[in-house]
């Protein structure tokens, strides 16, 4: 998925991964030896829905973060983005 690091400060980072299309419980989130990584797999439904169009994947990933000696992960959330006002 597309994602953005940002420098917040000195020595704080921010990674952000666009997710949609995905709920809470079915992403993972863990720190391992110096990774970071980000899994996601889509709950099986009995009801398929029909879509006239599909734009959102919701294809399972996985996604890694090599995380320097130094660094350590403080904290992880899902936040809902809000549309920009037209």
């Known amino acids: 998925p597309p994602y953005n690091i940002e420098k917040l400060g000195e020595n704080d980072y921010r990674i952000s991964l666009a997710v ?4 809470e419980d079915e992403l993972s989130i863990e720190a391992r030896e110096n990774q970071l990584v980000v899994t996601a797999r889509k709950a099986e439904t009995e009801t398929k829905p029909t879509y006239l169009h599909r ?4 294809r399972a990933f996985e996604k890694s973060f090599q995380l320097a000696d130094h660094v350590s992960v403080t904290g992880a959330r899902l936040s809902r983005s809000e549309r920009p006002q037209d």
């Open 20 to 23: 949609a299309g995905f709920a």
């Open 55 to 58: 734009g959102i994947a919701t």
